[in-house]
């Protein structure tokens, strides 16, 4: 298992405090480590949550009435950005754990799947030192649905996408560990529900609250944020792993400039997948 993740590799643990501000930092965080990366720097993970926010995926902002349904989130207070992988909308909040493993892919190879099985693993190993099986298969009726939803007795606490870069890629997970599973759910369904105005025949997912679940639900009250965490991180550790900010991390001002980037770039109605 430890040379899935090319050693040395990077342990690096945000999730102590909980991001505010503009969501596409993390996305933009990784973004430059991706190119990094690429050029030779060694490969990292990134775990982190944010404060309240919904992040879509690019089939979302092409929705008829999207821009309705995106002022109906900011009114809300959320704070709302497209992401460059994969998938469809999701909700964060300090109970969801994201993650993302950003490694080097010289050759350019298109083995996608692997790289999705290389994040259930790290998730599958990590529930089962919280003493949880974990699925993986699409889940009808859940939020951001794909064929790598991660589920525990058939409901979904996780799913997970990718964004690849010439020489590197970046595979991203979201776990729902603590928190109101259902209510995740209903914001996301009445986000479609302005967004396509009722009609049926957009493509956007069907949600159904009830398919979804957290980790502390499903796993009994001695799981939250923390101990999860920490599961993760020594799974992470027992492949080869070292806990610590990557050397090579971007600065501010690189942050912001790639956050405009992405912003420009993906944050469009008229952006094809």
């Known amino acids: 298992m430890s040379g899935r993740i090319p050693s040395p590799f990077y342990i690096q643990d945000s999730s102590e405090k909980t991001l505010l501000g503009d969501i596409l930092f993390p996305f933009a965080y990784d973004e430059l480590l991706c190119q990094k990366i ?87 190993e990590s529930f089962a030192k919280l003493g949880l099986g974990a699925d993986k298969g699409e889940v009808k009726g859940s939020y951001c649905p794909g064929e790598y939803d991660v589920s525990v007795n058939g409901r979904k606490l996780c ?63 001695g799981v939250t944020v923390r101990t999860f965490v920490r599961a993760l991180t020594e799974t992470l550790t027992s492949w080869g792993g070292t806990v610590g900010r990557h050397p090579d991390k971007p600065s501010m001002q690189e942050l912001e400039r790639m956050a405009a980037t992405l912003r420009n770039r993906y944050d469009r109605k008229d952006q094809q997948d």
């Open 159 to 221: 799913g997970i996408s990718q964004r690849r870069q010439t020489k590197a890629f970046i595979v991203n997970a979201f776990i729902a560990v603590e928190g109101h599973a259902h209510r995740r759910g209903e914001l996301i369904r009445s986000f479609y529900e302005l967004a396509t105005g009722g009609d049926e025949s957009q493509d956007a997912p069907a949600v159904q609250p009830e398919t979804m679940a957290t980790l502390a639900e499903l796993g009994g009250y």
């Open 38 to 124: 690429g050029e030779g720097a060694s490969p990292f993970v990134h775990i982190w949550r944010h404060e309240k926010a919904v992040v879509l995926g690019l089939r979302d902002r092409r929705l008829p009435n999207v821009e309705h349904a995106l002022e109906w989130l900011r009114l809300h207070g959320y704070q709302v950005g497209v992401r460059n992988s994969g998938g469809a909308a999701v909700s964060l909040d300090p109970g969801i754990v994201n993650v993302s493993i950003v490694m080097p892919n010289p050759t350019g190879r298109l083995e996608f799947k692997e790289d999705f099985e290389l994040m259930y693993a790290l998730i599958r």
